[in-house]
């Protein structure tokens, strides 16, 4: 089992900044991938970003350039910089793992992000 803890959400204003954070415990050690999904009233969950164990990155179109997910494999946190943050980026974001054997996905609780003036 992997349990993961989401925080960093907030009101912030149009044009604004937040750091989320997603802290990962128990078989850490077979996680491969770790990235955050985000997912608005009405909408489906959608992929943010990702990032390998490796390093390797795949974001949104609609976030590149804005956002940045980093992790420190030591302490088992993944990170998502979100910079110029838009009304439409609004919704709850979740962090999620997943490991190979077994072939499974984590998720945390979720945190909200709210961008309005």
């Known amino acids: 089992q992997v349990h993961l803890v989401e925080s960093g959400g907030d009101l912030v204003q149009p044009g604004g900044s937040l750091r989320l954070s997603c802290a990962a415990s128990?078989?850490?050690?077979?996680?491969?991938?770790m990235g955050w999904y985000r997912q608005a009233p009405g909408n489906q969950r959608e992929l943010v970003a990702v990032?390998?164990?490796?390093?390797?990155?795949n974001y949104a179109d609609s976030v590149k350039g804005r956002f940045t997910i980093s992790r420190d494999n030591a302490k088992n946190t993944v990170y998502l910089q979100m910079n110029s943050l838009k009304a439409e980026d609004t919704a709850v974001y979740y962090c999620?793992?997943?490991?190979?054997?077994?072939?499974?996905?984590?998720w945390g609780q979720g945190t909200q992000v709210t961008v309005s003036s």
């Open positions: 990032i390998t164990t490796g390093g390797d990155t």
């Open positions: 999620n793992a997943h490991t190979l054997i077994p072939n499974v996905d984590y």
């Open positions: 128990g078989r850490t050690f077979s996680i491969r991938a």
